[in-house]
């Protein structure tokens, strides 16, 4: 389940499933996921309800002064984005695509 932020459309802390996907499928530690944040936005991929996800440094963000509440705020700041896919509402299946080396 979301945190209040995400289900309201704000930035919010990974959730287990998308830490899990993060780490497994691009190796990073807990330390470097730690300044890491998601937004989402419900709707349909491929006919299936999903959640889709970006993610991003908040540091980085802040470094630019984007204040990033919602994830069409990251739309004219695509280099901030990191990760970025969707979760299967009925399997929580996380799939990310981004880079294998984030900037820091």
Do not use: C, W
Request: proline letters at 3%.
């Amino acid at each position: 389940m979301a945190g209040m932020l995400g289900l309201f459309g704000g930035s919010d802390g990974l959730r287990p499933q998308v830490k899990a996907a993060i780490k497994q499928r691009f190796g990073l530690t807990d330390e470097a996921i730690g300044g890491l944040r998601t937004v989402e936005r419900k709707g349909k991929f491929a006919g299936r309800k999903v959640t889709y996800l970006r993610v991003f440094a908040t540091a980085a963000a802040a470094a630019k002064g984007l204040q990033v509440r919602n994830f069409d705020d990251l739309d004219g700041s695509p280099a901030l984005i990191l990760y970025q896919g969707h979760e299967e509402t009925d399997t929580q299946l996380v799939t990310l695509k981004g880079s294998e080396f984030p900037a820091s």
